[in-house]
């Protein structure tokens, strides 16, 4: 099972920057997508973007051109970095892996597609 670790979270006013940070380890494939998620009070989950282990990316339509997932391969750390922040982005935002056995062209954003998960870590953007 790999273990996912999120951190990052915090409180940040309307228009601002936050880096959220996705640490993972025990991987057993070669072949891993990572997506960040997020989940508002009364609101279902929805994802928000991925990376296949090609470098291949898939954004929501909704943080197009704020966010972006760099990566630091030698620190198994995938970054979620979140700028132009509005309220709407208030949320408990969760890594999460899946784990494939061959290499994959594209990522979804589709909760059940990923196998593994952190615990989240709250966003909340407030004036």
């Known amino acids: 099972q790999v273990h996912v670790v999120e951190s990052g979270g915090g409180l940040v006013q309307p228009g601002g920057s936050l880096r959220l940070s996705c640490v993972a380890s025990?991987?057993?494939?070669?072949?891993?997508?990572i997506g960040w998620f997020r989940q508002a009070p009364g609101k279902e989950r929805e994802g928000v973007s991925c990376?296949?282990?090609?470098?291949?990316?898939d954004y929501a339509d909704s943080v197009k051109g704020r966010f972006t997932i760099p990566r630091d391969n030698a620190k198994n750390t995938m970054y979620l970095q979140m700028s132009n922040l509005q309220p709407e982005d208030t949320a408990v935002y969760y890594c999460?892996?899946?784990?494939?056995?061959?290499?994959?062209?594209?990522?979804?954003?589709?909760?059940?597609?990923?196998?593994?998960w952190g615990q989240g870590t709250q966003v909340t953007v407030s004036a």
């Open positions: 999460a892996v899946r784990t494939s056995w061959a290499i994959q062209p594209v990522c979804r954003l589709v909760s059940y597609k990923y196998n593994d």
């Open positions: 990376m296949t282990s090609g470098g291949s990316t």
């Open positions: 025990g991987f057993t494939s070669n072949y891993n997508t």
